[in-house]
């Protein structure tokens, strides 16, 4: 993928040692305001999520236009992507197998995030869990 300048509203959730405790409730408030502000980015939606440490998650939802009362970022630059299969415990795994890749290319790989295509309750339902890593490379 290339970014030039996409635009995110950027929030973060807490953890503690990597597990999500206010996800729902972040999400929820920042779709209600995606939505209140009819910014949401339908034809190019993804959310990407990255853990900042043990205790604080990064998440990166795009948008068509600046959400008020939310903090904005953009991202610009190549990403190298790759669909996974399985549980959530696999995600230390996924981040260096997607660092991984960065390097066989010749490329320094930059920030990693995943896009996790379904909620846990869904995976479990569904079957199969399906998370994309994305990498940022430089």
Request: net charge neutral.
């Amino acid at each position: 993928m290339h970014f030039k300048d996409k635009r995110f509203l950027r929030a973060t959730t807490r953890s503690v040692m990597h597990i999500p405790l206010n996800m729902g409730d972040v999400f929820a408030r920042v779709n209600k305001h995606i939505d209140e502000a009819g910014a949401s980015d339908a034809d190019q939606f993804i959310v990407l999520s990255r853990d900042i440490s043990p205790w604080s998650s990064e998440h990166l939802f795009s948008v068509s236009k600046p959400v008020a009362g939310e903090e904005m970022t953009t991202l610009s630059g190549d990403f190298l992507t790759k669909v996974f299969e399985g549980p959530y415990s696999q995600a230390r795994q996924w981040h260096e197998e997607m660092r991984q890749i960065a390097r066989d290319r010749k490329s320094e790989p930059g920030d990693v995030y995943f896009f996790y295509t379904t909620c846990p309750k869904c995976a479990k339902a569904y079957g199969k869990n399906y998370i994309v890593g994305v990498a940022a490379v430089v």
